[in-house]
């Protein structure tokens, strides 16, 4: 604040041959470095500030070329000479080599006086930024340093997962022959002896075609998993209401008796992939489904979706089935996990691990809250889609 009083009362001061009054005295109190030259770049005056600044006292430096003192990139540069002749003040940084070797880089503010003749002195107001720019230059470094770092162990990371996506692909695909090779060879057996078995030998033959159709399950769930973790979204707007609906849909043309009421409320559109959102809501829709089913005539399932004060939506499936236990709730997200019997409720495990890696690619997250025999209410969130606006 003193600095810029000094300059402002410089630029309005008389000029020096007339024995004017000038704010010496003020200057005195500017803590940076405080010179006035003369027009050949000599100098007129030296603060105590420019004394501790650049180690030179006042007694060595009046008289004497500013350049002679603190080396020739000192000097006002040509732009700022030219501007101090057109409008009188100036403002910039400046940066060169002291002459005992050190760099010194200083943010400087100047002020012409002017006479009848023309240019009189020039004052330079400096402000040693040094050791703030090599903090700034060393963090620019760092980060530098980091981001290569992240880089390379990003690569790294994306190479490790595709790794283990490839052998997941191969171990899916070498079981596949197999299981397929004694599900069809237990199937010839059980048609031809059939009428032969006792029924311990049916149960038997049974249970060995049932095992292997899950185990086939499992591998084909595997791939699934394994190829979901390779794609990449192709972003573009979706209506996740009209996803829901058509989940719904899908689910009554099938031949079954459990129709639950279904409610599914308008929500806006998100920016997302729209054929792995469309397993997002089958999963969910499915499951609620599923889950439903012993609910009998009062059975439903619900659909909504509500903006947040981030700007952020949550997009909910809520149920009315037999629940979970919710100290097990993160249990529910990972591959092959399952809650219940798999006598209970048909299924693999799967795919509720798939909808946790879908919603994690498009930026959100997914949590789930139930007690047992009180329903279920899966949430997540998706950001909304670029220049869209909440809805009134």
Known sequence: MIATEALRRWT????????????????????????????????RYWNSGARRMFGVDSDDALGRRFTQLLGSGAAPSPGCLAQLADTGSWEGEAEWLMPEGQVICVERRCAALMGDAGL???????????????????????????????RSRTAELEESNEDLRGFAHSLAHDLRGPLSSIDGFSAQLQRRLDGQLDDQCRHYLERLRAGVQHMAGLTDALLALAELSGARPHLEQVDLSALAQASVDRLRRQPAQHQPAVAIEPTAPVQGDPELLSIVMDQLIGNA?????????????????????DGSYVYEVKDNGVGFDPRYARKLFGPFQRLHAAGEFEGNGIGLAMVRKIVLRHGG??????????????????????HTRTPA
Request: charged share 20%.
């Open 120 to 150: 009189q002195a020039i004052l330079l107001v400096d402000t040693d930024v040094t050791e703030r720019r090599r903090a700034a230059k060393e963090i620019v470094l760092l980060n530098n340093v980091l981001e290569q770092r992240i």
């Open 289 to 309: 489904w599923k889950f439903t089913s012993t609910a009998g005539q009062g059975a439903c399932i619900g659909f909504s979706g509500s903006a947040r004060p």
């Open 365 to 386: 997250r997914i949590w789930a809250d139930s007690l047992p025999g009180q329903g279920a209410s899966f949430s997540f969130t998706l950001a909304p889609p670029r």
């Open 12 to 43: 309005g001061a008389a000029p020096l041959s007339t024995g004017g009054e000038h704010p010496w005295t003020l200057l005195e109190l500017v803590q940076d470095a405080a010179v006035v030259l003369a027009p050949d770049q000599t100098v």
